[in-house]
């Protein structure tokens, strides 16, 4: 797609919007034009990075998004709704791809991939679709693009009452894949809604520690002392901000993977005495725990089996530790940079029905329901329990039970 | 320190461009404040401006450039270029990921190095233009840099291995449009940027010394490359090869590679540019005595080095591997009988500058004395250090 082609979707949504009643079907394959653009071109289609969107282009993307979230508000419910629901979703994915790198996380291993093309005379590996990853630019100065974002800003802002962890993926990716200038305009604007007491009211303080101990978690590399593990790490466990804690338990799963490769000084406290530290925080245990199977496994294989055969943990039991963890009233929240508990468990215990029961038998039925529902192919004794879960109250709960013993159970 | 020093010294630069009779002392004065007060947030107006006056310097001081160090114009014309290329690259982005390392262990270890708080890390750097407003921008110093190219064919190469190295958009794509050009009209060597994309693959493999290349790999593709007639893909070859015989890892996998010798005795018959090619194995030692450690005592590595420098073609300067004539002058500095040898093959500017390095006067003055009485183009240049040496005693 060219600057043609970009020109011509912007006229496509002039005239779409201009109208009284502006057709949503019509709005997102305009769009969906837009976003064509955006995604990495492919070298022999386009040598360069040749079309950037220009100035004037953005202002009219952004007077579009910005206009679509004011005629339709909401997410509306119902099959007949659909088209209104994924115009809003390609408005957010728009928007808030300008304010981050869209391939910041790829972007090195695509350019290795592009070396050892160079460098061995080899053909593109097949798992490398598109080799190009163009630098994020956004050609305007930097108060004109503070005032594009603010209307966004004041949206997400508007949600911190009822939400006040909504804003975190969103800021966490702008740190994680900068794109200036958002990367200023975000710090400011957390700057201004802490001053302000929103939300929990340390989001900058809490996305700089969590940032900093995920970034520690994730390198594997960083060696502490058991002085520094007992003073400095381990009472973050106990910060309110569930994302500090939760990054302070992924990094000290890290530590826990090899401690013998972690700790440069002292001996670590076993790895039973630190289970039962986190079964038995008073805040935030789920997203210290959730934290700390993530670091002990950043690959997302199933950590319970290997904690299960850990000689570290001979007689332990774990599932009553799980059982410990969900002992927290406090409900599970989307963190960025740390797994949530409910992951782990929900793949490791979708072949455990038993198990599964007692989370019910516990009133854990959202945990159970994700258990249970997980395998698409029958698991025996997962019957029963979907049958209990279809029919409790809750019917976000029954149904999608239900859903699943017709599609997976009756067939 | 920021802004407002910045936006008060394009206002003193505009009033000089206006000016009958600029004044260069306030022109180096104002162009040194904005150096420091450069930020990664400049407006368009900002940046417009700041080119604007850097353009102006380089013309009104167009005969400086050559001139003694440290004049006005001298000064005015190296703080114009470095404002210029400072801006087309991202010049923080070798340090930001370490400075984000010691935030990190700072806020989440208490690693607080006496107290003080790290660093912050530099803010990416924006440029609020289009496309085509910062090709315009740049243009009239890539005018330049071409202008430069007929005589000196690679002498554009090191800010565009910069601009790859450590990108800033839109010039990323400004310059990948610019070398294209210069290509497809054959200026230069007209393979600028395969070259450049070739030759910073092959380095960026060397520099990270993890990948395991099998011998037959190395033969069957990299030994070609180093017969590249770019020299700066050639360099690069070079240096990944010397990189695989690094001594602590096991880079040839379970394959078995030529021995060091053999593949030093290789270089030597290297027909296209083998000082290049030999300057790049050996900075993947770091530097020669690395290297000397390796091959051992029977290895005659001063025969080994004239060998390579009997290759006719000179060294042009090209980025990303090291000069071979700098890890000469770094390891000859106190051996005068080497440097007599070079003066006798015809490698005056090398024994001059191994002559030059830094040791005693006394030592090195019977080379110097004979480069003064060979009337060459060094004449001058040792006369003037043996004066400047005996005046500095």
């Known amino acids: 797609m060219g600057a043609v082609e970009v020109e011509a979707a912007l006229a496509a949504l002039d005239a779409e919007m201009a109208s009284p009643a502006p057709d949503a079907a019509a709005v997102s394959a305009a769009f969906g034009a837009l976003e064509n653009h955006r995604r990495p071109r492919y070298p022999e289609v386009h040598p360069f990075n040749e079309v950037m969107f220009t100035g004037e282009q953005i202002r009219g993307i952004f007077a579009h998004c910005y206009g679509v979230l004011d005629r339709w508000p909401d997410y509306p419910g119902g099959d007949e709704n659909r088209d209104v629901w994924r115009l809003r979703w390609q408005v957010k994915t728009l928007i808030e791809g300008f304010f981050v790198d869209p391939h910041g996380d790829s972007r090195a291993f695509r350019q290795g991939s592009l070396d050892h093309v160079s460098a061995f005379n080899r053909p593109l590996p097949d798992y490398v679709s598109d080799p190009h990853s163009p630098l994020p630019h956004f050609p305007l100065d930097l108060e004109e693009a503070r005032a594009l974002a603010l209307p966004y800003l004041q949206m997400l802002e508007a949600r911190l009452d009822d939400a006040p962890l909504s804003h975190l993926p969103l800021c966490w990716s702008v740190k994680e894949h900068p794109a200036a200038p958002f990367d200023v305009i975000f710090n400011d604007w957390i700057a201004d809604i802490d001053a302000l007491g929103l939300g929990l009211g340390n989001t900058g303080e809490a996305l700089r520690r969590g940032f900093a101990l995920a970034s520690l978690a994730q390198s594997g590399r960083q060696k502490v002392s058991r002085k520094a593990m007992d003073h400095e790490i381990l009472p973050q466990f106990d910060d309110p901000h569930p994302l500090i804690a939760g990054c302070a338990g992924r990094f000290v799963g890290r530590v826990y993977k090899d401690t013998k490769r972690s700790f440069n000084n002292g001996t670590p406290q076993p790895l039973a005495n630190i289970l039962d530290h986190i079964g038995a925080l008073a805040t935030n245990r789920r997203a210290v725990a959730g934290g700390f199977l993530h670091g002990l496994d950043d690959f997302g294989n199933n950590v319970f089996v290997d904690l299960k055969k850990d000689p570290r943990l001979e007689g332990y039991d774990v599932d009553g530790w799980v059982m410990r963890i969900f002992a927290d009233p406090v409900p599970e929240v989307h963190l960025p940079g740390a797994q949530g508990f409910w992951f782990p468990v929900h793949e490791h215990y979708c072949l455990d029905p038993p198990f599964v029961d007692k989370m019910i038998d516990a009133g854990l039925t959202w945990e159970a329901l994700l258990c249970a529902t997980e395998m698409q192919e029958p698991v025996d004794g997962m019957a029963a329990v979907l049958q209990r879960l279809a029919e409790v109250e809750d019917r976000g709960i029954a149904d999608p039970a239900r859903n699943c013993l017709e599609r997976v159970y009756k067939t | ?33 904005l150096k420091p007060n450069r930020t990664a ?34 000064r005015a014309h190296w703080i114009c270029i470095g404002l210029i290329e400072a801006t087309v690259t991202d010049d923080a982005a070798g340090y930001r990921a370490a400075t984000q390392s010691g935030v990190n262990r700072y806020l989440a270890l208490g690693f607080d190095r006496g107290g003080k708080p790290p660093e912050p890390v530099k803010p990416v750097p924006h440029v609020p233009m289009d496309l085509e407003e910062a090709t315009g921008l740049v243009a009239p110093y890539l005018a330049r840099l071409e202008a430069e190219i007929a005589e000196k064919p690679y002498s554009h190469l090191k800010l565009a291995w910069d601009v790859f190295r450590r990108p800033v958009a839109p010039f990323d794509v400004v310059f990948e449009h610019w070398l294209a050009d210069l290509d497809a009209r054959g200026v230069g060597t007209g393979d600028s940027l395969p070259a450049l994309r070739e030759a910073q693959a092959l380095e960026k493999i060397a520099q990270e010394g993890r990948q395991v290349v099998g011998w037959q790999t190395c033969e069957d593709v990299l030994l070609p490359k180093l017969e590249h007639p770019h020299p700066m893909v050639a360099g690069c070859a070079g240096k990944l090869v010397g990189s695989l015989y690094t001594p602590d890892m096991d880079r040839f996998g379970n394959t078995t590679p030529w021995p060091l010798t053999k593949m030093m005795d290789h270089l030597t018959h290297v027909q296209g540019c083998r000082r290049a090619v030999a300057g790049g194995f050996v900075v993947a030692f770091d530097e020669m005595p690395y290297l000397v450690e390796d ?19 000179g060294e042009p300067y090209v980025p990303g591997a090291q000069a071979f004539w700098f890890h000469v002058h770094e390891y000859y500095w106190r051996d005068v009988d080497f440097m007599f040898g070079l003066l006798d093959a015809g490698h ?6 191994c002559a030059t390095e830094g040791a005693e006067l006394a030592l090195v003055r019977p080379v110097l004395d004979r480069i003064v009485a060979g009337e060459t183009e060094l004449a001058e240049a040792a006369r003037t250090f043996i004066a400047r040496k005996e005046k500095s005693g």
């Not at chain 2, 005592?297 to 073609?313: G, K, N, T």
């Not at chain 2, 005056?348 to 500058?353: C, L, S, T």
């Open chain 2, 348 to 353: 005056d500017w090398i024994a001059y500058m």
């Open chain 2, 1 to 33: 320190m920021g802004m407002v020093e910045f936006r008060a010294a394009l206002d003193v630069l505009d009033a000089q461009r206006e000016a009958d009779t600029p004044d260069g002392d306030v022109v180096v004065e104002a162009l040194a404040t």
């Open chain 2, 41 to 74: 947030l400049l407006s368009r107006d900002d940046l417009t401006r700041m080119f604007a006056a850097c353009y102006w310097a380089l013309d009104r001081f167009a005969e400086a450039r050559t001139a003694e160090p440290q004049t006005p114009g001298w």
């Open chain 2, 295 to 313: 091959l051992g005592d029977a290895f005659d590595l001063d025969a080994w080095v004239m060998e390579i420098l009997a290759h006719p073609l």
